[in-house]
């Protein structure tokens, strides 16, 4: 009996010990973040104090590594967390489904959906550099013949 309540005492001294070692591990608030990683971590600064503790230590890991990245790498870093930042709750959801859907497929269609992305944010980036006007509407029924401009009244 006597063991068994020494075996006892000390699983729960190790277990609160644990637990107390948890609890010690709580990720900061948004004004407990050092300059810098507020910097860092900026876009992410109206949702931090929503983010459970592990997403902290995600966010505080990766601007701990961030000094150590590319200046491409660091700005691509700021421009994910500025366009995540803007989605709203159900988009970010959304996002994660689509992530997690995407995660189970083979490499070769990840690959595919890689390149449509790039292809879509190439296509978003680069700049207007044709002289010419774009095309006109093409006119219901199909014959693509432009609408003729009719002035709205006189002019003076």
Known sequence: MAKALAALTLWLCIALSAFAAAADKKQPDWSRLTPEQQQILAPLSSDWNNFDDRKRKKWLLLAKRYPTMEPEQ???????????????????????????????????????????????????????????????????????????????????
């Open 74 to 156: 660091q700005q691509r870093l700021q421009t994910q967390m500025k366009d995540w930042a803007k989605l709203t709750p159900e988009q970010r959801r959304l996002a994660r489904e689509n992530y997690k859907k995407l995660a189970k497929q083979p490499p070769e269609k990840r690959e595919v959906v890689k390149q449509k992305w790039q292809e879509s944010q190439n296509q978003k980036q680069a700049p207007l550099t044709s002289t010419s006007a774009p095309p006109p509407p093409a006119v219901p029924g199909g014959n693509n013949i432009p609408p003729t401009l009719v002035p709205a009244g006189p002019t003076r």
